[in-house]
């Protein structure tokens, strides 16, 4: 069983195009989030939800938005895609254990190539 | 969160040992050391985590100093797929559930 999937794994798209990516965990957790490694191989952290509600909004354009329908799901859509939004997108997952911040679970990536 | 510091890259022969080291001199009380890797390609996994104790697992040792201002993650009979890219974060772990990843230590495993 997959703890933390995402689809697609690779999409390719035009500029100015808008596009979704979509993530699910099946551990329980309450806390998801989407992280960003680009070409350099940084991983950043862009957003982090708790039981549906955003707690970690980095300086990311708001081109980007994330959605929670619930706690099993965190969707990230980007609307006019740009070249520099190519990388690799990661969702995660991790439950807070009295009080102590659990490790985090991560899918295995979406490759997003612009051109 | 504190930053930490990394060998850009190590090398290990299989079956041996690899230790891996990091510092982290700007560590709060109440922060942890967590590792993770990141084998090619693939999404960053979870090794280990600790506090001020030395903490062993299934797959790694983490032996953090008295002063807790640095680390050494220990694979203890390191093998080809160990290969990877590792990742020593230190973070609060209350209420900011943030990483900040820095761009951890190569590991090569070899023959």
């Known amino acids: 069983d997959t703890a933390v999937s995402q689809t697609p794994k690779y999409l390719v798209t035009q500029m100015g195009n808008d596009k979704s990516i979509k993530c699910e965990q099946n551990?329980?957790?309450?806390?998801m989030y989407w992280y960003k490694q680009d070409s350099k191989k940084f991983l950043k952290i862009m957003f982090s939800?708790?039981?549906?509600?955003?707690?970690i909004n980095e300086t990311v354009p708001n081109r980007f938005s994330p959605k929670s329908p619930d706690k099993a799901h965190l969707n990230l859509h980007i609307n006019s895609l740009e070249l520099g939004d190519s990388a690799v997108y990661f969702c995660?997952?991790?439950?807070?254990?009295?009080?102590?911040?659990?490790?985090?679970?991560f899918g295995p990536g979406t490759r997003l190539t612009v051109l | 969160d504190a930053k930490t510091t990394q060998p850009t890259s190590m090398d290990c022969a299989e079956g041996r040992a690899a230790n891996l080291p990091c510092n982290h001199s700007t560590i709060s009380g109440n922060e942890y050391v967590y590792w993770y890797r990141q084998i090619h390609s693939q999404g960053p996994q979870y090794i280990i985590h600790?506090?001020?104790?030395?903490e062993t697992n299934e797959m790694a040792s983490l032996i953090i100093t008295e002063d807790r201002k640095s680390s050494t993650l220990i694979l203890p009979h390191a093998t080809l797929r160990d290969t990877a890219v590792y990742y020593c974060?230190?973070?609060?772990?209350?209420?900011?559930?943030?990483?900040?990843w820095g761009l951890g230590t190569s590991l090569a495993v070899n023959p």
């Open positions: 974060i230190v973070s609060n772990a209350g209420n900011n559930r943030k990483l900040i």
């Open positions: 939800y708790n039981n549906k509600e955003l707690i």
């Open positions: 995660a997952s991790s439950q807070v254990a009295s009080g102590v911040l659990a490790w985090q679970f």
């Open positions: 551990l329980g957790h309450d806390t």
């Open positions: 600790g506090l001020k104790n030395n």
